[in-house]
């Protein structure tokens, strides 16, 4: 039997009570093969049907550490009406590893009012203190030479709701940066790899990549919902943050009116093409300088948070590779995992092959002299085996015996 959802959290219908106020224990530490009671958000969900025509429940579960897959397979019917995504859950199941993947199999599911959790524990943060990284973003744009993109810069971060919501939006829905002040802590981790790689190519502009990076992905603030789950708004879904944040840096031009035309085109142009391809995406492929270099720093760095956040997210399986990470198209190695794995001994150590005298054949077959077999010649260590083989017998021919009578007066 499945617990029916209740406001005050105490009314079971004949099952025994969930204990409400007890700590859940967060993904991270959720361990195969033993029975857990847990909070959780819902991220996704979704009603699929059995071979047998019945219902089971498919849902992706969270919390601030992280996101597991979960599966209902029995009493769905009576739950599956009673909650929905972005609703908070109370569950009690087994986890378990199913195709080199942690998933959760839920025996009992009954949905949460907000008053019964702390939405603290529910939504994954950065590490990193938001004020303390949105004064850092301050002081990068303080250090930028070029006038007219820094009056541009500040006039697009000094915006108060611009700045609030950069401090909390994340940098993607799933794939990377996922948590709350995810794209600052990207954007951060850009300004970074941009100076680095500025000071090798002595031609690239670094304010002006520098610009690029603060401004490549403003768009997400507005195209990703993030009040509870992760999610696309309706203007996310209808145009993409690379058409609204090309909308937005728009609107912020009319406050810089010396704004060189030239250099806005440049920039409008790193943001319409950081995607790097058309099928990725972006209107444009980079043409500058700046431009392929801000595509290739943003992948690379989504790319790198992404391979960490896979690696993290599949601690409970065994072995050296995770399992098959979509995003990034293949399994990854763990490599702490493979340098602590001992070598196998080896089976035997195989001689190297030792040269054997030009006069004798070790591989050769002996010549049988009579029915009986020749018994082997004892080793010797220098000498050589005396060959014991008989002379083929000449053909009984008319030239034959010529050859055997001139042999013969010769003897």
């Not at 108060?160 to 794209?183: E, V």
């Amino acid at each position: 039997m499945v617990d029916s959802d209740s406001r005050d959290g105490n009314h079971c219908h004949g099952q025994e009570q969930f204990a409400v106020k007890m700590k859940s224990p967060n993904v991270d530490t959720l361990a195969p093969n033993e029975p857990v009671t847990a909070q959780f958000l819902v991220h996704t969900k979704e009603i699929r049907q059995k071979k047998s025509g019945e219902p089971y429940l498919s849902l992706h579960l969270a919390d601030r550490t992280g996101e597991i897959e979960a599966k209902m397979w029995d009493n769905v019917a009576e739950v599956m009406d009673t909650f929905d995504r972005d609703d908070y859950v109370k569950v009690k199941g087994l986890v378990q590893i199913y195709q080199n993947r942690s998933q959760f199999t839920i025996h009992r599911l009954r949905r949460l009012e907000d008053h019964e959790v702390d939405a603290a524990d529910f939504f994954p943060c950065s590490e990193r203190d938001p004020d303390e990284m949105f004064a850092e973003l301050e002081r990068v744009i303080a250090g930028i030479g070029n006038p007219h993109l820094r009056a541009l810069l500040n006039a697009v971060f000094k915006d108060g709701d611009i700045a609030l919501r950069y401090k909390t939006a994340p940098a993607a829905k799933t794939i990377h940066h996922a948590c709350r002040g995810g794209l600052l802590e990207h954007v951060l981790s850009l300004c970074e790899m941009a100076r680095l790689t500025a000071s090798h190519y002595k031609t690239v502009d670094l304010d002006l990549l520098l610009a690029g990076v603060l401004l490549h992905d403003i768009g997400k603030i507005e195209e990703l919902s993030y009040a509870r789950s992760f999610n696309y708004s309706s203007e996310g879904q209808l145009l993409g943050h690379i058409i609204i944040g090309l909308r937005m840096v728009g609107e912020k031009f009319a406050k810089v009116p010396d704004f060189p035309p030239k250099l806005r085109t440049l920039l409008e142009h790193m943001i319409v093409s950081h995607h790097g391809e058309l099928e990725f995406g972006s209107p444009k492929v980079p043409l500058f300088e700046e431009a392929l270099l801000l595509h290739h720093l943003d992948n690379l760095d989504s790319k790198m948070e992404a391979m960490k956040r896979a690696i993290k997210r599949d601690n409970l399986v065994e072995g050296e590779f995770t399992g098959w990470i979509s995003s990034l198209e293949r399994s990854l190695l763990r490599k702490d995992r493979y340098m602590q794995t001992a070598i196998p001994a080896a089976v035997a150590a195989v001689p190297h092959p030792v040269s054997a005298p030009p006069e004798a054949d070790d591989f050769s077959q002996p010549v049988k002299a009579s029915p009986q077999p020749v018994p082997a010649a004892p080793q010797q260590a220098t000498a050589p085996r005396p060959d014991t083989r008989q002379p083929k017998p000449i053909p009984n021919t008319l030239l034959a015996e010529k050859l055997q009578a001139v042999l013969g007066s010769h003897k």
